[in-house]
């Protein structure tokens, strides 16, 4: 499985940014999808999660309540809506496939990675 992130860009402290991530193959609609950030001089960490379905859905507090994952698995597209955005958001995205369906946080849990995608938020 490849995954190609998209949609990063430079944006206003209180905009808005629409991640978008494809993946290639024909396992994508089985596959949890997760969405992690790495910041300068920080660890990678988790962003949000959802299940191969989309029914379930997970986030990390930082968050939760701004931004929205979701998929489209007819177009083996995972998403992430982005608003509210504060400068402490500014980091790479990089979105990330896991064989079992289910919800995971850890990257250890991951299987596939993209190759990230620049979000800078200015103040």
């Known amino acids: 499985v490849q995954l190609q992130a998209s949609g990063g860009g430079l944006v206003q402290a209180g905009g808005s940014l629409r991640l978008s991530c494809v993946a290639s193959g024909r396992s994508f609609s089985s596959y949890a999808m997760g969405w992690f950030r790495q910041a300068p001089g920080r660890e990678r960490e988790f962003v949000a999660a959802?299940?191969?379905?989309?029914?379930?859905?997970y986030y990390a507090d930082s968050v939760n309540g701004r931004f929205t994952i979701s998929r489209v698995n007819a177009k083996n597209t995972v998403y992430l809506q982005m608003n509210s955005l504060k400068p402490e958001d500014t980091a790479v995205y990089y979105c990330?496939?896991?064989?079992?369906?289910?919800?995971?946080?850890?990257?250890?849990?991951?299987?596939?990675w993209g190759q990230g995608t620049l979000v800078t938020v200015s103040s």
């Open positions: 959802i299940t191969w379905s989309g029914s379930n859905r």
């Open positions: 990330a496939a896991r064989q079992l369906g289910s919800l995971a946080r850890l990257l250890t849990e991951y299987d596939y």
